[in-house]
């Protein structure tokens, strides 16, 4: 795939079953899960949550809070970090918060939004924008906050957005984010979906917590910028992205479920906060029965080839690095699944009407992942879920798609999310952030002030996403 981070070696990738020594060797049972029983749900998730947590070093000995070791890259740590919060509020179960809150507090940077010094050099707009959506996780969640001395959630958040407004740019495609920051890195004539449509989620989260038009303002900006670009077609089907040398006059015709799963979350946020506006109605709507479509199939059963996995299904699938035989997918791209987890499960919180076409389909793919869950006789998930044996991969990411899918068949028991004035407790600071890449706005570039609004009390967001590079010799890049 043209954009894929230009770090990784692609060799490396589908190769768990050699590095296992067998692949499918060492199946056990697969997870028990009764979708009708909360006990379960919770011990299905619990059992994922600590599969996962062993491939985390941060907190031991020599190792750095926040980060995951190699293949995988800093945004993928930080949303690792975002499904741990939602663990804690959907499960109850509290046992990983102070690793959560030291990992992301570690990783704020000297200017408090999420450029650690350690990361800008390869830091793209996406990569920031999924630790801020973390920080709004811990807000929305209203999250143990950290102590006084430490920036809150709400500040994180609002200072990764008024960083990423600061690099709108109008030079081509008549405005849009780029997909890096910094002019040295591959990607940065691309603007991609996930780094326009990070910010559109983010903008309509800060507006709905803080109660500020110009969250909202910006949120509205976005979307229509995006509608304006192939990216998004007027059927709703989301494209990759498109590149700024060709005015963004065409797009990379890549389905990703995270694409289409910030959309839908930005779009839910905005219906809620405009108290069911019928616009942001028709676009809700049609994102989540539209744009989804592609994502989820039938199952293939035992033995026959991914391919045959047959459309219009109620599974959810990684169609762009599934399907092939063998598997495409690289380090990042495994967990992408449990962002539209999560992201359609809030859905069903703030437009209640979408609940009857989602939550079937996540309890369809719950069950399903379940079955995939039988990796290393200690419960490993793998990635299709479509398939009833296990498919020989697992990792963090494949961790993190089952746990999503798995807790956010919780959603119905726990409150939405709250704002500052019903709930919130993280205490903002609207003129935070705004300078963090220490770059002037180029030629082309618009420069904006600092959003300053009465109803800044609370906040989130957190999860940024940073290339580490691959080292290609690596044969132990799964923790067992």
Same mark, same amino acid.
């Given at each position: ?25 060492? %199946? ?26 062993? %491939? ?91 102590? &006084? ?110 694409? %289409? ?16 506006? &019928? ?13 989804? &479509? ?94 009833? %044996? ?91």
């Amino acid at each position: 795939m043209y954009f894929r981070r230009q770090a990784q070696a692609l060799g490396v990738l589908g190769v768990l079953g050699t590095l296992l020594g067998g692949g499918y060797a060492q %199946v056990g049972a697969a997870i028990t899960l009764d979708v009708t029983s909360a006990d379960s749900i919770k011990a299905a998730a619990g059992l994922v949550a600590y599969n996962m947590m062993k %491939v985390y070093t941060g907190n031991q000995t020599g190792g750095t809070p926040g980060l995951l070791p190699q293949p995988y890259f800093w945004w993928e740590a930080g949303s690792m970090f975002g499904q741990l919060i939602h663990y804690w509020y959907l499960t109850g179960d509290s046992s990983y918060n102070d690793v959560v809150s030291e990992a992301i507090q570690f990783q704020v940077g000297a200017n408090n939004d999420f450029m650690p010094q350690n990361q800008t050099k390869d830091l793209g707009n996406d990569d920031q924008v999924f630790w801020a959506f973390t920080a709004m996780d811990a807000a929305e969640l209203a999250f143990p906050n950290p102590p &006084s001395s430490d920036p809150s959630w709400l500040s994180l958040a609002q200072a990764v957005f008024n960083d990423q407004v600061l690099r709108w740019e109008t030079g081509a495609c008549g405005g849009g984010l780029r997909w890096q920051i910094y002019p040295f890195n591959a990607g940065y004539d691309y603007k991609n979906t996930i780094s326009n449509g990070g910010l559109f989620q983010l903008a309509a989260r800060l507006a709905r917590y803080t109660g500020n038009q110009t969250y909202a303002d910006w949120a509205e900006k976005t979307y229509d910028w995006i509608a304006s670009t192939p990216i998004l077609t007027p059927d709703y089907q989301v494209w990759d992205g498109s590149s700024r040398t060709g005015n963004c006059s065409g797009a990379v015709q890549t389905y990703w479920t995270y694409n %289409v799963g910030t959309l839908i979350s930005g779009c839910a946020y905005m219906y809620n906060f405009t108290n069911g506006n &019928s616009t942001w109605e028709t676009r809700l709507s049609g994102l989540v029965n539209n744009g989804t &479509s592609v994502f989820f199939v039938q199952t293939a059963g035992l033995n026959n080839p991914p391919e045959q996995a047959p459309p219009n299904g109620m599974i959810m699938a990684e169609v762009a690095c599934e399907f092939p035989t063998p598997q495409t997918c690289d380090p990042d791209e495994p967990s992408f699944k449990a962002y539209l987890s999560r992201w359609l499960a809030v859905t069903t919180q703030l437009a209640p009407w979408t609940a009857t076409f989602i939550m079937p389909r996540l309890t369809a793919s719950a069950q399903a992942a379940a079955a995939q869950c039988t990796g290393q006789a200690t419960n490993m998930c793998g990635r299709r879920w479509y398939q009833t %044996v296990w498919d020989g991969y697992f990792g963090v990411g494949e961790q993190m798609s089952a746990l999503s899918v798995f807790q956010n068949l919780l959603i119905e028991k726990v409150a939405a999310p709250v704002t500052a004035e019903k709930g919130g407790t993280s205490v903002g600071n609207p003129a935070a952030g705004g300078a963090g890449d220490n770059q002037q706005p180029s030629s082309g570039q618009v420069a904006l002030g600092r959003v300053v609004g009465t109803g800044d009390k609370a906040g989130a967001g957190i999860l940024t996403a940073l290339s580490l590079i691959l080292i290609i010799g690596a044969t132990w890049w799964m923790i067992v």
